[in-house]
């Protein structure tokens, strides 16, 4: 009993794989992006590129588990919300309004710890802030809030 479960188990996620996810990037218009219409920092850009850029814009990296499904379904749903939410490649088509908000948002999510996210941190070391990162990241969007 207990091989023939494994073995339907076995043939489930071996179909599973057939349905691959897209992992084509929209096209990103230079001009629209945060940064080329910011020009922040150095480590500002570097933060944004490495916490930030691979959910929030058009230019994410698929890792190899990307490959293997469920957890590619999971990541280009992840992905996709992301992109709803704040798409940095796509900043300059905001009205200033929705800039203020999306802002905002970034600054509490920021603070409160919930950006970047800790399963994207676990498996992405690079994207962790330290404290005083975390500290320059808000006081750098607190400066464009203004």
């Not at 710890?113 to 969007?141: D, L, N």
């Amino acid at each position: 009993m207990k091989s023939k479960i494994i073995k339907i188990l076995l043939v489930v996620f071996i179909a599973m794989q057939a349905f691959r996810i897209d992992k084509t990037n929209p096209q990103a218009a230079k001009e629209l992006d945060f940064i080329s219409i910011n020009k922040p920092s150095k480590d500002i850009t570097q933060l944004l590129k490495a916490s930030c850029y691979d959910c929030h814009s058009n230019e994410s990296k698929y890792p190899w588990y990307s490959n293997v499904a469920p957890v590619s379904w999971f990541l280009k749903h992840h992905i996709d919300e992301a992109r709803e939410e704040v798409n940095f490649s796509e900043w300059g088509s905001f009205s200033e309004k929705r800039k203020a908000k999306k802002i905002e948002e970034i600054i509490e999510e920021v603070e409160e710890g919930e950006m970047p996210m800790t399963p994207y941190v676990m498996m992405h070391s690079e994207a962790k802030m330290s404290k005083a990162q975390r500290e320059t990241f808000i006081k750098y969007f607190k400066s464009l809030a203004h």
